[in-house]
């Protein structure tokens, strides 16, 4: 593969279970998220919260997608392969969507949430 390759063709899957992924994906590994703290005459650090490690895009519906399988998977491993090499996994995850079926190409939005994620 070139190593000059960013972007393309990906592979998403829940479980070892292959998905046909459309589109542009997200994801978040979860890392902290810093916010200013500004007073009167300087900034005087910052403030730290945790954010919710996802993986989001958009799959094709076919005869072997059951959507009630699908929007009650829980304690999942998501697994997303780039183009760059990167993987990147999501653990202990569950379906954080809302199971809309968009039928003019039969898109599913699917997000998928976890306790952790890393990039591999």
Known sequence: MSSNRRGGTIFFKVDGTQYEAKGEFSYNIGAGKRTAIVGASSVHGYSEEM???????????????????????????????????????????????????????GEIPVRFEGKSCEEA
Do not use: C, H, M
């Open 51 to 105: 954010q919710t490690p996802f993986i989001e895009g958009a799959i094709t519906d076919s005869k072997d997608v059951v959507l009630k399988t699908l929007i009650n998977l829980d304690d999942v491993t998501v697994t997303l392969e780039l183009a760059n090499s990167k993987t990147i996994v999501l653990r202990n995850g569950w379906y954080a969507n809302e199971g809309t079926v968009k039928t003019k190409e």
